[in-house]
């Protein structure tokens, strides 16, 4: 485990994507040892990459952080019909219970009508 300064040092320098997705998903959900800057400069990571990052969340079943992430707006209907699919694929039980009780909170389901 890497210290907060070790763990942004990394973020800040890797040009590797998936290295840099790990450094902030870790870094911005760190309790402690993370300060503000550092923070700031996670989130806007994820804001800006929030696809990959509810993705990685999802594999995880870290529900929690999910949560946390659509709290600050950062996707919306579109990416959400996304995740639904991807956490169905992969049978990702939590995260799809998660993510179909999120759709029906915040948008429903469209009924359909079918002619006999």
Do not use: C
């Not at 485990?1 to 973020?11: A, D, K, N, R, V």
């Not at 890797?14 to 840099?20: I, V």
């Not at 999910?66 to 990702?92: D, P, T, V, Y």
């Amino acid at each position: 485990m890497y210290s907060g300064e070790e763990l942004f040092q990394i973020f800040s320098e890797t040009k590797q994507q998936p290295k840099k997705l790990a450094a902030a998903l870790d870094g911005f959900f760190r309790e402690i040892g993370v300060n503000d800057r550092q923070k700031e400069a996670y989130g806007a990571y994820l804001k800006r990459r929030i696809r990959p990052a509810v993705e990685q969340l999802i594999e995880e079943e870290a529900v929690e952080k999910i949560e946390i992430l659509e709290k600050f707006g950062w996707f919306g209907k579109e990416q959400l019909e996304g995740f639904i699919k991807m956490a169905r694929e992969r049978s990702k039980t939590a995260s799809l219970v998660w993510l179909l009780h999120l759709k029906n909170e915040k948008y429903g389901y469209e009924e359909q009508e079918f002619e006999l």
